[in-house]
C-alpha cells in the first residue's frame, strides 16, 4: 500500500493544485510529500546498490550467485552421507580462466545451398533460381560399405520433390546463366523397415541422447552455461552429481553405455590383433533392442575418422542403425568443403543438428532411439565448445515446440573430463577428468505413469553412478533385461534403488577411476573449518538482507561437526594410460593437491538452525567455493519462515521471522 500511495503521491499532489490555489501550508505539504517519495526512492536505489555489492563480493569470495542458490531441506535427508561422496569443484577460478584462450574461428566460406531436403525429399531452392536462373541437378548417392563409404551411380537429373535415396549425397548442379554449385549433403531417407503393427501395440518412449566428448561438469557450466541452464531450469532436467567414468578413453565410457559391457570382457576386437572380430559380431548394441520394438534408430559422431569404434577396433561388419552418420562424415572430411568448424557455409555443428533433427521429423510419428555425439569442439581443446552453446539451446527449445517431451526421454551427456592440457596435471583437472556431465530429463508422462521409479531416480540422482547404470536404465526405458550384465551384480536401473552406502568397488569402478573422497574427522577449531563455517552465515545474511524488516539475520551458534574429504591415493599418484588400449595405469604421479574439502555441521541463531556445507578451500588463496546445491537445512523449520514462506519459498530454510517466538522453533512440527 505504501509502495502504491508513493507512486502515486506526485500525481495527486499536480492534481490538487489544478484544483484550486494552493497556500503557504499547502506547499510545504506537496514538497514534504514529494521529499519524503524522493528519500524512499533513493534508499531503495541504495540498498539495491549493497545489494550488488554484497552479492559481488560472495561470488568472489563462494563463487557462486544468489540467484543459484538451493536448500536441501530435512524433508528430502534420511540417513548419514552417502559412502561415496564426490567433491564440489569450483567452476571459475583465476588460475582456471588463465588456462583458457579465446576463440577466433574463421568465417565459414562457400556457396549458400542451392538445394535442400525435407521429409525424405529432395528440393532445390526456388529462393536461389530466382537470383541465379532455372537449375538442374546430378545427385551421387553416398552410402555405408563396411564400415566406410562408397558413392552409387549418378542419377541425372533429378527431379525436384524426388524421395532420397540415402542419408547422403553429393549433388553437382548447374543453373542457366552457367554458374556452378558443388556440395556435401547429410539427409534422412524415409525408413522402410518400420512394422507399424510393432509400432503402433503400445505406447513408447523416445530417448534423444545430445553428448559431447571430454567435457566435465565443471565444463559445461564453464562453456554451455545457457544450455545447462534450460536443460536443469526451463525442462526439469537432472545432472548425476555422483556420476564416476569407469576407464580410459570415449569407448570406456560409451561402450559399456551402449552394451553392458567392457572392453576388457569381450572377445578381441582391436586392429592388429589375433582372431579380432567387428564388435557387433561379439556384442549387442542397445538400439538393437529398440529397433527390434519398432524404434528407428540413428547414430552419428563428427568425428568419424577416428570414431569411437573404428580408430582401435574393427567397427561394426553390418549398418549398426538405420540412419548412420559416418559415410557422409568420412566424405565430408576429405572434401574441399571441410575447414575448421565448417562444413561449406555452415558450421559443422549445425550441419549435424539439423540432421539430428530430420531424423525426428522424417520419421515423426515412429518411436525413435538417436544418439548424436560431437567431438570436434572439446576433443582436444575446448576454448571455442562455446560455439555450441545458443544452437543446443535452440535444438531444445525446437524439440519442445513440436511437443516431443512428454513421452522423450532427453538425455545431455559427456563420456569423460578433459584428458589433456594443464588443467589435467592438477588434482582439479583429475577429478574432473573422472566426472564428466550426464543429465537426464524423465518426460512427464512417465512420471505420472511410474511415480515409484521417478522417486527412485531422484534419490539415485546423487548417489554413485556409472555407464553399466546408464544401460541398464536403457532397458528399462525399452522393456528389456540383460541377465548376462545382472550377473556382475555391478548395475542398476536408475528406476530402481541404488544402494545409499554403493562404493566404487561395488559398482567396479577401478582404484585410480574412483572420485570418491575418503573421510577424515576435523576439529571443530579448525582454521578451515571456522572460516567455512563463518562464510556461511555470512552469505545466508546477504540473502536475507533485503528481507531484514521480517527476517532475522543470522549468528554463528556453534560448529557441531567437520570432516575432511580427501582424494584417494590412486588418483593423485595416476599420471595417464601407459598403454595406447587405455587397460594399463602409469602410477607415477605426484600431484599435489589444489583445494581441501570439507563439510561442516553449524547451528544458527535465533531459531536453532541445523545446516550441513560441503565446501572447497583453496590451500594458497584460502578462498571458499561452496556448491549451489552443497548447502542442507538437516533440521526441521516448521513455521518460523511463515512470514515469508509463500512469497519467498526459497529463504524458508534460513528465515526467522521476527514476530515468532524463536525460542520455541526448534520443536515446530
Not at 503521491?9 to 519524503?36: D, H, Y
Not at 540498498?47 to 531441506?73: T, Y
Not at 518400420?194 to 565444463?219: Q, W
Not at 569442439?377 to 562455446?386: K, T
Request: include cysteine.
Amino acid at each position: 500500500m505504501l509502495r502504491k500511495f508513493v507512486r502515486n503521491e506526485p500525481i495527486m499532489a499536480a492534481r490538487i493544485i489544478r484544483k484550486r490555489p494552493c497556500s503557504l501550508g499547502c506547499i510545504f505539504i506537496v514538497i514534504t510529500l514529494l521529499a519524503i517519495a524522493m528519500f524512499i526512492a533513493v534508499n531503495k536505489e541504495m540498498r539495491a546498490i549493497k545489494r550488488k555489492v554484497i552479492s559481488v563480493s560472495l561470488s568472489r569470495d563462494f563463487a557462486l550467485h544468489r540467484s543459484g542458490i538451493e536448500f536441501r531441506s530435512q524433508d528430502a535427508i534420511d540417513g548419514d552421507q552417502p559412502v561415496c561422496m564426490q567433491p564440489h569443484l569450483p567452476v571459475w577460478t583465476e588460475q582456471i580462466r588463465r588456462l583458457y584462450g579465446s576463440c577466433r574461428p574463421p568465417p565459414c566460406v562457400g556457396d549458400e545451398h542451392w538445394v535442400y531436403t525435407r521429409d525424405g525429399r529432395f528440393y532445390i531452392s526456388a529462393q536461389t533460381e530466382r537470383k541465379v536462373g532455372k537449375i538442374q541437378c546430378a545427385y551421387e548417392a553416398i552410402v555405408n560399405d563396411r564400415d566406410s563409404s562408397k558413392t552409387l551411380g549418378v542419377v541425372f537429373p533429378i527431379k525436384n520433390g524426388s524421395l532420397l535415396r540415402s542419408d547422403a549425397f553429393r549433388v553437382a548442379c548447374k543453373s542457366s546463366t552457367g554458374l556452378k554449385y558443388l556440395n556435401i549433403h547429410a539427409a534422412i531417407m524415409p525408413a522402410k523397415t518400420m512394422d507399424k503393427n510393432i509400432v503402433d501395440r503400445e505406447p513408447k518412449y523416445n530417448v534423444l541422447m545430445y553428448g559431447f566428448d571430454s567435457v566435465s561438469r565443471n565444463l559445461m557450466k564453464r562453456f554451455l552455461p545457457q544450455t545447462h541452464k534450460y536443460f536443469t531450469k526451463h525442462l526439469g532436467g537432472h545432472v548425476l552429481t555422483g556420476y564416476n567414468i569407469l576407464g580410459d578413453g570415449t569407448p570406456a565410457a560409451l561402450m559399456p553405455i551402449l552394451t553392458g559391457r567392457k572392453e576388457t570382457e569381450i572377445p578381441e576386437v582391436r586392429r592388429g590383433h589375433f582372431g579380432a572380430r567387428p564388435v557387433d559380431d561379439v556384442l549387442k548394441f542397445i538400439w538393437k533392442s529398440f529397433e527390434n520394438k519398432g524404434y528407428v534408430t540413428q547414430w552419428g559422431e563428427d568425428m568419424a575418422h577416428i570414431g569411437t569404434f573404428q580408430y582401435r577396433m574393427l567397427g561394426f561388419k553390418n549398418q549398426p542403425v538405420h540412419h548412420y552418420m559416418r559415410p557422409f562424415q568420412l566424405q565430408a572430411k576429405k572434401s574441399k568443403y571441410n575447414q575448421k568448424y565448417c562444413l561449406g557455409p555452415k558450421r559443422s555443428h549445425s550441419v549435424f543438428i539439423d540432421w539430428l533433427k530430420e531424423g525426428i521429423t522424417t520419421n515423426f510419428g515412429i518411436p525413435f532411439f538417436t544418439f548424436g555425439f560431437f567431438s570436434e569442439y572439446s576433443h582436444e581443446n575446448s576454448d571455442c565448445f562455446g560455439l555450441l552453446d545458443e544452437d543446443s539451446v535452440k535444438f531444445f527449445d525446437f524439440i519442445e515446440d513440436i511437443g516431443l517431451l512428454n513421452n522423450t526421454f532427453l538425455i545431455l551427456m559427456s563420456d569423460h573430463g578433459a584428458r589433456v592440457g594443464q588443467l589435467r596435471q592438477s588434482e582439479q583437472g583429475k577429478l574432473e577428468e573422472r566426472s564428466p556431465y550426464f543429465g537426464i530429463y524423465v518426460p512427464q508422462r512417465f512420471r505420472q505413469e511410474f511415480p515409484i521409479k521417478y522417486n527412485n531416480f531422484l534419490a539415485n540422482k546423487d548417489r554413485l553412478t556409472t555407464p553399466f547404470d546408464i544401460y541398464e536404465t536403457l532397458l528399462d526405458i525399452v522393456g528389456e533385461t540383460d541377465k548376462t550384465s545382472r550377473q556382475y551384480n555391478r548395475s542398476f536401473s536408475l528406476f530402481e534403488q541404488i544402494p545409499f552406502g554403493r562404493t566404487c568397488n561395488a559398482a567396479d569402478i577401478a582404484p585410480h577411476w574412483c572420485a570418491c573422497l575418503s573421510w577424515r574427522n576435523m576439529s571443530t577449531s579448525d582454521t578451515h573449518v571456522t572460516t567455512v563455517s563463518k562464510e556461511a552465515v555470512r552469505y545466508f545474511n546477504a540473502l536475507l538482507d533485503e528481507e531484514s524488516r521480517v527476517c532475522h539475520m543470522l549468528a554463528l551458534s556453534s560448529v557441531i561437526k567437520a570432516v575432511k574429504l580427501d582424494s584417494n591415493n590412486d588418483v593423485l599418484h595416476f599420471k595417464h594410460s601407459s598403454d595406447p588400449d587405455g587397460r594399463t595405469a602409469d602410477m607415477s604421479g605426484h600431484t599435489r593437491p589444489d583445494y581441501a574439502y570439507y563439510q561442516v555441521t553449524i547451528e544458527t541463531e535465533p531459531g536453532k538452525g541445523l545446516f550441513e556445507i560441503t565446501a572447497s578451500v583453496n590451500v594458497v588463496s584460502g578462498v571458499v567455493s561452496i556448491g549451489n546445491d552443497n548447502i542442507s537445512r538437516i533440521n526441521k523449520y516448521g513455521d518460523a519462515p511463515a512470514c515469508i514462506a509463500s512469497r519467498l519459498p526459497e529463504l524458508r530454510p534460513i528465515c526467522v521471522c521476527k514476530q515468532l517466538n524463536t525460542s520455541d522453533s526448534r520443536s515446530l512440527p
